[in-house]
């Protein structure tokens, strides 16, 4: 009875592992249409990124810097960078004040053995 139940799950596996194969050769085909439609919108996404950030570069009104570009990188990374990384320094009397703190003793707890 046991030999049975395996020889039916075998050859459901073998019919189901057929369909699986046509079904990946399917794949092939569609994947390269989602492909060229992914690459345009990822260059359409990246011209859309560049103009914000040339818009950006422009409502911001930097000076041009007199010393030449020794590295070029990504525009969006260079803009970021120059947001976050303001030209404001710490003040001379931060982390200047001492204050006192007091310190807890622990005590340990007391363990209860017992024996069997």
Known sequence: MLDYLALICLLAL???HYY???GCTGIQTEAGSLHDL???KMAETNNLLNEMAEILDEGI???PSQSPITQ???PMMALLSALLNKQT???SEHGTKETERTV???YPT???ETKD
Do not use: A, F, K, Y
């Open 14 to 16: 073998c019919v189901g």
């Open 20 to 22: 699986l194969i046509r």
């Open 104 to 106: 807890h003793e622990e």
């Open 38 to 40: 992914l690459e345009g």
């Open 89 to 91: 320094t710490m003040p």
């Open 61 to 63: 009104g930097q000076q």
């Open 72 to 74: 070029t990188g990504n």
């Open 110 to 112: 007391q363990t209860l």
